[in-house]
Structures are given as structure tokens and as C-alpha cells.
């Protein structure tokens, strides 16, 4: 029994592997899969409702789904069904940058103007919202990875040289993780936010918002890794290598650093999600990423007017986007950490 | 009485810390207030270099902090430039908000949890050990910030609760109950998403030390000795499972200044919160940072009033035995 669900729970966290790194292959794509250019306004269609998809006409069915344009009226938008924009693959759209290598104009859906492919809707001012949503997942997925990858470094490093070399490091080390604990990490992210320029280009501030998250961040895993450490370093083979004169690096290399494995790749799926989350509040306040950059938290700060967030609700889609990256990254992380535990 | 003292000791060390640390990132990031005014060319650099004497950031970082932690100590914080008053009065004020709304919060958490996780933790793979499990999991999992933003739809949407601000235009024309009944109506939706999302972790926690507690030997033959079930679990369980709860609700008490900003401005509760917002998109400096002195000072002494209880409660960390974690 135990070993059916062993590989049971091996099966679904394969899945869930293949499910994340399909979800990062698309936000890595994004010019690719997104139809428009995230920054293309239409000003003639401020906050239309997404489109539909038809696949059922006056004639019937059709395999290839189709929409109609959206036309203003008094209360809104109306479907104008005298013309039928069916749905192509590889379509020659607003040209991008692919992965920052070539300049092109291949997307992988879309529809022929005048007619609009509105998966999302748009925002305020009849930006292609699935599009931005996309766009805006570049910046806020990679300043969680950016800002994790930066916290596991120097909570790894300070972990391992606290539980390696003991003594009054450790003791110097773990109490500068106290102090890292108690602080109040958004009052205190506001505050160094407050001493810098207000208006800096926006790649300048991705980097200094994810240096500093991540950099707030780095105590709960040092310790964990400490924790690793402490105990590894004292097992009968890592003594035995000692013995044969392995030096220290190689000792922490070959010996230590892979016990530390488990749990820092747990951490990381437990921080990446918190991280991204950690950018999209500082952009909602309005602090983070600037337009016309998108990112999730930018977008959703249009819904700090009560009335935008109930006439026009698709605009939540950068939180459900949100919402589907940290439930996934969580049973990620869960079901990493139940591995570890079992061993 | 040493175990007291030494831990006193390291929160206002921690304190003194915290509050070097904010000094220290503030004088690393790139750029400054005066930047921008250095880009007017209706300003010269004159004014500028006077300005900055004048505030006394001419002077190296040592003497600055040292000035800054003298009159902090006097409970004077330095002086609000938007607000145009000393900076202390205006934060308390504001934090009086705050603490109505996190503590309202925490007791409505602690009181739903600790039950919550105990029946979780003795009726184990039940049906209501299953559900908490899962909505906890998920509120756990999922952001605070969508969270909000979903339950503040819905709230708007359907017309369930004020929103925005923390009383109604016609406050002051209401009588004394009324007024009463106007704050807690608004105070319904921010102390709904507080509540929600601290109470999944602490019920986790609750029931993993719960469960940790039903398998020891002792519960065992409490219950062969006929024991009931309800006091069991808050009788015996409930102390033994108590040190993780205790240190949790050391977190929680750190959190109440700290922990309620995102609501508090998502949902336009008049808190702490929008005030350090609207301080740092005003570049209102003193502020920001008495602020954030503030929130430390919270998360310090909640911290260290948890390890005051777990002394209290525990004989066996009085006797030095265990180290508080």
C-alpha cells in the first residue's frame, strides 16, 4: 500500500512539474501567444467585455470558432453579427521581440482586422487585457524567481557556513536572522521604497524591488539550511572524507550541500510564489513596475475604484492568473515537502 | 528572572537593529530625495546643498542615526512635512484605527482556530478534519491580495457591507449606538479577509500539535480511564499542545500593526497603513520611517511577550531545560 501511494504521489507531482514549467513556457512566450501588442490602444473600445467565441451560426456548425466585433451602444457593447472574423493559427500581427533574440510579427492566434480577438476584454483604454495579462506575467513571474533566487544564495551561503563552522559565527549569524525575522517586511519595503527617486526607469526598479525583496527574505531559509548542515556534518561518511583529508570545500561540496538540496528546492516553491506576490502588492500601491509596462500588480490597481471592480469585472484576470501560478507553486511546495518528510 | 532579562536585552537590541538596518538600506539605495529637485532648474544647487544641511543630511551616517535614535527615544520622531505636524501624534492616531480593527481580528481568529483545530486534530480524516484541511490549504496557498480583491467584488457587488473609510457621511448625526453599529458595519469586510487568512494557519498549526499530543502515551490511558472526549481535549490536549499556540500567538501580537496593511488599503480602512502609503509616494520621510519603527516595535514585543507565556506556562523552559524556540 504505502508504495502505491508513493508513486501515486510521484505521478502528481511530475504532473504538477509539467503543468508549472508549461504555464512559465507560456509567459516566456508571450509576444508568441499573445495576439496584440500589450501597449496597442484602441481607444474606440474602453472596456469591452471579452469576446466570445462561436462555433454555431445561422448555417451551423463550423470546426474553426469565429467572433463577431463589438459595437458601442448606450449601455455598453452589442455583438454585430453581419461579419464573421473566424480564428487563424500563426497569424501576422504587431511585431515583438522573441525572447529578446529576433524581431517578428508571427503570433500564434488571431483574427483579421477590423476584427478584435478579446480573450479578456480590455481595460480603460482598449488595451488587449489576455495580452497584458501575458506581458505583465514576465515581470511579475520573473521578479518572484529573481528575488527567490537571490533570498536561497545568501540564506544557502549564511546557512551553510553558521551550521559548518559553529561557534561564535553561528552565534553571530543566527542572531543577525533574528533581527532579519522581526522585521516588518512591507512596512520596512515601503520605507526603503520611500528613499528612492520616485520616477526610475522601469528596469531599474524591477531590479531594486526584487534585490530587495529578496533580500529581506533570507533568514527562515538560512536557518533551515543550518539546521541541515548542523546534523550532516557530523555523519560517519562526511567524518571518514575528513579523515582522508578532503578539504572543506570539497567536504561542503560532495558531502553537505547535496543533504541542503531538498529543502532549499522546497523553499524555493514555497518563496516563488510569496515573492510574486510581494511585486504585485508594491505595484497595486503603485510603487513598483510603471506603465506602460504591464504587470499583474499594476493592472489590478485600475480596481482600486470600486466601481471599475463591479461594472467590469474581467479585469480581475491578472488575479486569477495570480490566483492559478501560487495554487500551483503551493502543491508544488506541498508535495516536495511530504517527500522530504517520508525519507 | 536571567531568562527575562536577557530576553529583554535582545529586543532592544533587535530594536536598535532594526532600526540601524532601515538607516543602513536607506543610505545603499541609489538616488535621494534632492535628485529630483536637482533636475528643476528653477532650484540651484545652492538651495539644494542648503536644504540638505538644513535636514542635516550632510552629515555622515553615524551622526545622523546617532541624532535620529536620541529624540526617537524622547518619543519624538521628527516632524511631518505633508501633514505639517509632529509626526508621533499623527501616527498614534492612526494606529488607534488600526489596533481596533487587528485586534477585533485576532480575537475572532483565536476564538474560531483553537476549537477548530482540536475537533480537526480527534475526529483525523473526518469530514471536517477534510474540509478545514482543504480551506485551509487554499487559503493558505492563495495570496492575501486576491483574497481581498475577491471578497471586496463580492462585498461591493452585492451590497453586503459599507466600504471605504471607516464610518458613513452621516456619522456625526447618528446617536451613540447607532455610531457604534455604523463602525462595525465597516468594519465587517477587512475584518473578514484578517480573520480568513490568519485563521488557516493558526487551525494548521492547532491541529498538527493537536495530533502530536492525541498519539502520547499519557492521553491514552486518560482516555482508559474514562475521561470525556470534550474534556480531554481542552483539559489534557489543550495545555500540552499549547507552546507552538503560544509562540504563534507571540506572531500574532507582532502582527497587529504590521499585518493589516494590504487590507487596510485595499479595503480604505483609515489605519496606519494608507498613511505610510500616502508617506511614501509623498516622499514624507520621518513618517515612513517612524512608521516602520512602529511596526517593529510591535513585532519585538510581540515576540517577546510570547516568550514571557511560554515561561509562564511551561516549567520546563523556567527551569532552563528547553530553549525557547
Redesign the interface.
Known amino acids: 500500500m504505502p508504495n502505491r501511494n508513493a508513486s501515486a504521489a510521484r505521478t502528481r507531482t511530475v504532473i504538477l512539474i509539467v503543468l508549472l514549467a508549461a504555464l512559465h513556457l507560456v509567459i516566456l512566450c508571450a509576444g508568441f501567444v499573445a495576439p496584440y501588442d500589450p501597449a496597442a490602444q484602441n481607444r474606440d473600445l474602453p472596456y469591452a467585455p471579452p469576446t466570445r467565441l462561436h462555433c454555431w451560426d445561422a448555417s451551423g456548425f463550423h470546426l474553426r470558432p469565429f467572433v463577431y466585433a463589438w459595437t458601442p451602444t448606450d449601455d455598453g457593447y452589442r455583438e454585430d453579427q453581419t461579419r464573421a472574423y473566424p480564428v487563424h493559427a500563426f497569424v501576422r500581427g504587431d511585431s515583438y521581440s522573441f525572447l529578446g533574440l529576433a524581431d517578428t510579427n508571427l503570433h500564434l492566434f488571431g483574427v483579421d482586422d477590423p476584427g478584435k480577438l478579446l480573450l479578456f476584454g480590455t481595460d480603460a483604454f482598449g488595451r488587449d487585457e489576455f495580452s497584458r495579462v501575458l506581458l505583465g506575467g514576465q515581470i511579475s513571474v520573473a521578479a518572484g524567481i529573481v528575488a527567490t533566487a537571490v533570498t536561497l544564495l545568501v540564506g544557502t551561503l549564511v546557512g551553510v557556513i553558521a551550521g559548518y563552522y559553529g561557534g561564535w559565527i553561528d552565534e553571530m549569524l543566527m542572531g543577525t536572522t533574528e533581527l532579519f525575522l522581526v522585521l516588518p517586511w512591507l512596512y520596512f519595503l515601503l520605507g526603503v521604497r520611500a528613499f528612492l527617486p520616485l520616477h526610475v526607469s522601469p528596469a531599474r526598479t524591477f531590479l531594486l524591488l526584487t534585490c530587495v525583496i529578496g533580500l529581506i527574505g533570507w533568514a527562515r531559509p538560512a536557518r533551515l539550511v543550518r539546521g541541515v548542515v548542523l546534523s550532516a556534518r557530523t555523519r560517519n561518511y562526511v567524518l571518514a572524507a575528513r579523515g582522508f583529508g578532503g578539504s572543506d570545500f570539497y567536504l561542503l561540496r560532495r558531502h553537505i550541500l547535496p543533504e541542503a538540496f531538498g529543502i532549499v528546492l522546497t523553499q524555493a516553491a514555497f518563496l516563488v510564489p510569496r515573492y510574486i506576490a510581494a511585486e504585485v502588492a508594491l505595484s497595486f500601491f503603485g510603487l513598483g513596475v510603471s506603465e506602460p509596462v504591464p504587470s499583474w500588480g499594476n493592472m489590478l490597481s485600475a480596481l482600486q475604484q470600486y466601481s471599475v471592480l463591479i461594472s467590469y469585472g474581467w479585469l480581475l484576470a491578472p488575479a486569477a492568473a495570480l490566483f492559478v501560478t501560487s495554487v500551483m507553486y503551493y502543491l508544488l511546495a506541498d508535495a516536495l515537502h511530504s517527500r522530504l518528510e517520508s525519507r | 528572572m536571567t531568562y527575562l532579562a536577557r530576553r529583554l536585552l535582545?529586543s532592544v537590541l533587535?530594536l536598535a537593529?532594526?532600526s540601524a538596518?532601515?538607516f543602513l538600506?536607506?543610505e545603499m539605495?541609489?538616488?535621494?530625495?534632492f535628485?529630483?529637485m536637482r533636475e528643476n532648474p528653477q532650484i540651484s544647487p545652492d538651495t539644494i546643498t542648503r536644504l540638505r544641511a538644513q535636514y542635516g543630511l550632510d552629515q555622515p551616517l553615524a551622526i545622523r542615526y546617532t541624532r535620529w535614535m536620541k529624540s526617537a527615544l524622547h518619543a519624538d520622531l521628527g516632524y511631518s512635512i505633508a501633514y505639517n505636524t509632529p509626526v508621533a501624534p499623527l501616527l498614534w492616531s492612526r494606529a488607534k484605527n488600526t489596533l481596533l480593527l487587528t485586534i477585533t481580528a485576532l480575537l475572532f481568529t483565536w476564538i474560531i482556530s483553537v476549537p477548530l483545530g482540536l475537533f480537526a486534530a480527534a475526529r483525523r480524516g473526518g469530514m471536517l478534519d477534510r474540509a478545514i484541511t482543504l480551506l485551509s490549504?487554499?487559503l493558505?496557498?492563495?495570496?492575501?491580495?486576491?483574497i481581498a480583491?475577491?471578497l471586496?467584488?463580492i462585498v461591493?457587488?452585492w451590497h453586503l457591507a459599507p466600504?471605504?473609510g471607516m464610518v458613513s457621511r452621516s456619522f456625526e448625526e447618528l446617536s451613540n449606538w447607532k455610531k457604534l453599529g455604523d463602525v462595525a458595519a465597516h468594519l465587517k469586510l477587512p475584518l473578514l479577509i484578517l480573520v480568513l487568512c490568519e485563521s488557516a494557519i493558526i487551525v494548521r498549526h492547532i491541529r498538527a500539535s493537536g495530533l502530536e499530543v492525541l498519539r502520547a502515551p499519557y492521553i491514552q490511558s486518560a482516555r482508559g480511564l474514562g475521561i470525556s472526549h470534550a474534556r480531554l481535549l481542552f483539559r489534557h490536549v489543550l495545555p500540552a499542545a499549547a507552546n507552538p499556540a503560544i509562540s504563534l500567538f507571540g506572531f500574532s501580537l507582532?502582527?497587529l500593526?504590521?499585518g493589516s496593511?494590504?487590507v487596510e488599503?485595499?479595503c480604505g480602512w483609515p489605519g496606519l497603513g494608507p498613511l505610510?502609503?500616502d508617506?511614501?509616494?509623498s516622499?514624507?520621510?520621518f513618517v515612513?520611517?517612524g512608521?516602520?519603527m512602529f511596526?517593529?516595535l510591535?513585532?519585538?514585543g510581540g515576540?517577546l511577550v510570547a516568550d514571557i507565556l511560554l515561561m509562564m506556562c511551561d516549567p520546563r523552559i523556567r527551569a532552563g531545560a528547553l530553549r525557547a524556540q
Open positions: 535582545r533587535l537593529g532594526v538596518l532601515c538600506f536607506t539605495a541609489p538616488g535621494s530625495f535628485d529630483e490549504s487554499l493558505i496557498a492563495v495570496p492575501e491580495i486576491v480583491l475577491a471586496l467584488a461591493v457587488r466600504v471605504g507582532a502582527g500593526v504590521s496593511l494590504l488599503v485595499i505610510i502609503l508617506a511614501t509616494l516622499r514624507d520621510l515612513v520611517m512608521g516602520v511596526s517593529a510591535f513585532m519585538v515576540n
